[in-house]
């Protein structure tokens, strides 16, 4: 297995959204986060999403769920949380979602 610091992530990621064989034109991302997720945490979630805003010029969102776990689709509710994404992916808006 080969180490990369975040350091040579970034520098990685920034190379390949710079490089014209690399297209940039791909679907609009969103990234969506639970609240009492301790698996994949909002923190993380939002770092993901901010690298992939600043290496991309595609459109790329996060939204946070408050009280939703990693299971969202398996929670009662889950239906809130699908029909925001169906929302936003028929008009995709970029940003930290509210």
């Not at 990234?31 to 979630?45: A, E, K, T």
């Not at 994404?85 to 008009?91: E, F, G, K, N, S």
């Amino acid at each position: 297995m080969v180490r990369v610091s975040a350091r040579e992530q970034d520098d990685i990621a920034a190379t390949h959204a710079l490089d014209p064989r690399v297209a940039v034109d791909r679907a609009p991302l969103l990234f969506i986060s639970g609240g009492s997720d301790h698996i994949l945490p909002p923190v993380i979630q939002r770092h993901n999403y901010e690298k992939n805003a600043k290496h991309s010029t595609a459109i790329a969102a996060h939204k946070v769920f408050p009280g939703r776990d990693h299971f969202t689709c398996g929670e009662p509710g889950w239906e809130a949380v699908a029909d925001f994404a169906l929302d936003w992916a028929l008009a995709p808006a970029a940003g930290e979602l509210g």
